[in-house]
T-cell receptor, first 112, second 113 residues
Framework: SQELEQSPQSLIVQEGKNLTINCTSS?????LYWYKQKYGEGLIFLMM???GGEEKSHEKITAKLDEKKQQSSLHITASQPSHAGIYLC????????????WGAGTKLIIKP | DGGITQSPKYLFRKEGQNVTLSCEQN?????MYWYRQDPGQGLRLIYY???????QKGDIAEGYSVSREKKESFPLTVTSAQKNPTAFYLC????????????FGPGTRLTVT
């Protein structure tokens, strides 16, 4: 969706390295959701962010919401093979009728 | 064992045939959704339902139909009018009470030849 842009589209990272994935909205964000998907499977909920400046962590994954920039970043520290997959952001935007709008996803590959 | 089930995992059909994808949930969630996912693209909303016996079209409803006769079930029919039906189909649910967080089933991969 052009309303929600994810970058990069794909990422290859050496195991143990840090990485960041971004999700940028063209409209005001009312809530931002991060999910992870393994190929051919359903989406697993990671984190939800609602307030500007909010930051949440789950194990080695941290997500932040920059409300002014209408952007969220997902940061993985010391990446592991288990982090490989597709990361998708979904957001409730102004005018989205309370439905989640989705980014195209970022494919993460971890090199051993 | 709570959650969302989609069956079957893989489905093959000949062009011109209608096919129905199953989605069942025991989370007692009010809202249910059907998405289509194509390679390199995000999720595109096909239909959604916020209460029983009511549903709304999403962004790409043409060639699809749904029903919501029970809270637990939200089957999706891919009709022969859908020009490019081969895709990965995901069903999701949401509590529908002040939260937009969605929970996903394992998906059904439909191949039409």
């Amino acid at each position: 969706s052009q309303e929600l842009e994810q970058s990069p589209q794909s990422l290859i990272v050496q195991e143990g390295k840090n990485l960041t994935i971004n999700c940028t909205s063209s409209k005001t964000l009312y809530g931002l959701y991060w999910y992870k998907q393994k190929y051919g499977e359903g989406l697993i909920f990671l984190m939800m962010l609602q307030k500007g400046g909010e930051e949440k962590s789950h194990e080695k994954i941290t997500a932040k919401l920059d409300e002014k920039k209408q952007q969220s970043s997902l940061h993985i520290t010391a990446s592991q093979p288990s982090h490989a997959g597709i990361y998708l952001c979904g957001a409730v935007l102004r005018d989205s009728n309370y439905q989640l709008i989705w980014g195209a996803g970022t494919k993460l590959i971890i090199k051993p | 064992d709570g959650g969302i089930t989609q069956s079957p995992k893989y489905l093959f059909r000949k062009e011109g045939q209608n096919v129905t994808l199953s989605c069942e949930q025991n989370l007692n969630h009010d809202a249910m959704y059907w998405y289509r996912q194509d390679p390199g693209q995000g999720l595109r909303l096909i239909y959604y339902s916020q209460i029983v016996n009511d549903f709304q079209k999403g962004d790409i409803a043409e060639g699809y139909s749904v029903s919501r006769e029970k809270k637990e079930s939200f089957p999706l029919t891919v009709t022969s009018a859908q020009k490019n039906p081969t895709a990965f189909y995901l069903c999701a649910t949401s509590p529908g009470t002040g939260t937009y967080e969605q929970y996903f089933g394992p998906g059904t991969r439909l191949t039409v030849t």
